[in-house]
Nanobody, 119 residues
Framework: QVQLVESGGGLVQAGGSLRLSCAASGRTFSNYFVAWFRQAPGKERESVAAINWSAGSTYYADSVKGRFTVSRDNAKNTVYLQMNNLKPEDTAVYYC????????????WGQGTQVTVSS
């Protein structure tokens, strides 16, 4: 099982940028899919972006497409979420999650990092 730690959250004005990091320990991401989720207070958790580590293919929710970019760094065993042109509705706790290529569910989760976008 992969242990995940998110970092990079903070307070930013609308239109600003943040880069979130998801670092893995215990195992590498080489055989995993890694995704970013977010949850705002009183709202359901939603998927934001995902990456197939080995293939490099990516997925983005319509709400963030064109503004967010997910990428990987093999040497650091880290996945990044670059968030540009942030909007107040992006305010949430952001989580990274991983699932093994042989698993149907994301069952490895980080503790989350707060992103707050002010208007």
């Amino acid at each position: 099982q992969v242990q995940l730690v998110e970092s990079g959250g903070g307070l930013v004005q609308a239109g600003g940028s943040l880069r979130l990091s998801c670092a893995a320990s215990g195992r590498t991401f080489s055989n995993y899919f890694v995704a970013w989720f977010r949850q705002a207070p009183g709202k359901e958790r939603e998927s934001v972006a995902a990456i197939n580590w080995s293939a490099g293919s990516t997925y983005y929710a319509d709400s963030v497409k064109g503004r967010f970019t997910v990428s990987r760094d093999n040497a650091k065993n880290t996945v990044y979420l670059q968030m540009n042109n942030l909007k107040p509705e992006d305010t949430a706790v952001y989580y990274c999650a991983a699932r093994h290529s042989g698993s149907a569910s994301y069952n490895n989760w980080g503790q989350g990092t707060q992103v707050t976008v002010s208007s």
